[in-house]
């Protein structure tokens, strides 16, 4: 009886830090990770040059940019998503990848996966970031297939503008959004 009172918690233990030792990406799946992350992003800011006039010469003077893959469900009252991205800084070039997640109240409904390039203008706003921070904000949307728009409290002020890229699917919501970012500390 003894002998079970000590072992039990040392086997929980062992197979905790063994479990733990799993969890944790080897070299080549972080780069493999990272590499597709960039790649995807490359590929947004690509497609949405071609899109909008406008961005190449916002695009060339923000201070930095970050690109996010998003999956969200909205239903008629709550909604949220997920997703994960990369935040360049243009004068430096370093990558910061984060995880990302949405939680939304409001009237809409639908369900869609898209590209967000957040274009930085501002130079605290983009330590931010990199630092895992993001504000709560209110806003409307409106997509279908991979046409979108999107507007909100991140107003010409904020240090920021937003582009969407849809990849399918279809929502017209009008929320309050609370959005949570973090840094992925498997891929950092």
């Known amino acids: 009886m003894m002998k079970d009172t000590i ?47 406008d961005l190449e010469e916002k695009f060339k003077h923000s201070v ?21 991205g990369v935040i360049v800084d243009q004068k430096t070039g370093h990558h910061t990848y984060v995880k990302v997640k949405r939680f939304d109240i409001g ?31 209110a806003g409307a949307e409106v997509a279908a297939g991979t046409a979108g728009t999107a507007g909100g409290s991140s107003g010409a002020d904020s240090g920021y503008k937003v582009y969407m890229l849809l990849d399918g699917g279809g929502s017209a919501t009008a929320t309050v959004r609370a959005i949570r970012l973090n840094l992925d500390t498997s891929l950092n």
């Open 64 to 84: 930095g940019y970050m690109v996010t893959n998003w999956k969200t469900t909205k239903v008629p009252v709550v909604g949220g998503g997920s997703g994960d």
């Open 107 to 137: 009237g809409g409904m639908g369900a869609r996966s898209y590209k967000n390039l957040v274009l930085i203008k501002d130079a605290k706003f983009l330590k931010d970031l990199q630092q895992g921070k993001w504000n709560f904000e």
């Open 7 to 53: 072992y039990r918690p040392l086997m929980i233990l062992l197979a905790l830090f063994s479990l733990q030792g799993c969890a944790q990406l080897s070299v080549e799946e972080k780069e493999d990770a990272r590499l597709s992350l960039d790649k995807m992003a490359e590929k947004t800011v690509s497609e949405l040059l071609k899109s909008n006039d």
